[in-house]
């Protein structure tokens, strides 16, 4: 499935993040979910990246499911992947890169590449610029801010600002990314 394919991603990486954490949100797929990570367990036992499970017992919802991860994250910086996308064999790397070049970042996104059914087959890049940059306030419109949060997959949080920012506030919205 999509998530195993995920994790084959991330593990098969030029670099590995600290921590995996996958948070099953009471969903009817839980016990094929569990398996997945299961599966991969060994495999990341062998690297210094741990994988982690979490299953919630009731639905939380999509909003307060993101603030749970962040919450049980161990890492300075989060990045929200969803379990239908990949990384790259630089993904990781290019996200360490992005986060020494620019110290003291809140957040930020990286371009991504859509695949249609593996990493051999893209099906085009999105991105808002055409290379590294960043947008403030002095340099973009607050619609840029609307563009850039509305994406899920790969945007990076450092962890402790997002947990000051949290809310319940905005529960319900499907835009957690946005608010922050």
Known sequence: GD???????????????DEVV???????????IRGIVDNWCAAFAQTSCALRYLQNDVNLGYDRNLQKLVRECTSEYVVF??????FTSD???????????????KAFSRSFVKFADSLDNSS???????????????NSKPRMYLRLSAYFGGLVFDRAWALSKERSSYDGTLYYQLYL
């Open 3 to 17: 998530l195993d394919y995920l994790l084959k991603t991330i593990h098969e990486g030029t670099e590995l993040p």
């Open 22 to 32: 996958v948070c099953d949100d009471n969903s009817p797929d839980r016990d094929e």
């Open 81 to 86: 992947i969803g379990n239908d996308d990949a």
């Open 91 to 105: 993904g990781i790397r290019r996200i360490y890169g992005g986060i020494e070049a620019n110290t003291g970042l």
């Open 124 to 138: 085009g890049v999105s991105r808002f610029a055409t290379q590294d940059c960043v947008f403030a306030a002095g």
